[in-house]
């Protein structure tokens, strides 16, 4: 077996398949977590993937939203707050 991928690497990996999303479609955790498995294989597993997203989420790097369903995005931007 390959070396488990750490929480941080995943979380990145996750972070950036959110970040080509943006704008063209959205995410849902279960998207993210397939693709991530499909990618690294044997390297890592639901529970890592969890612990990512985790991650991703209390670190405000990403937000959930909810619209019909649960998904990962990338924090919005108030127009204010664009100075």
Do not use: W
């Not at 943006?22 to 969890?50: H, S």
């Not at 939203?65 to 664009?82: K, M, V």
């Amino acid at each position: 077996m390959a070396d488990q991928l750490s929480v941080d690497e995943v979380a990145d990996a996750m972070f950036n398949m959110v970040e080509e999303a943006t704008g063209l479609r959205k995410l849902k955790p279960m998207d993210l977590t397939k693709n991530v498995l499909e990618a690294y294989g044997d390297r890592a597993d639901k529970k890592l993937c969890k612990s990512a997203i985790k991650s991703l989420i209390d670190s405000g790097r990403c937000v959930y939203t909810y619209f019909g369903g649960s998904y990962i995005e990338l924090p919005h931007r108030e127009g204010a707050a664009n100075d």
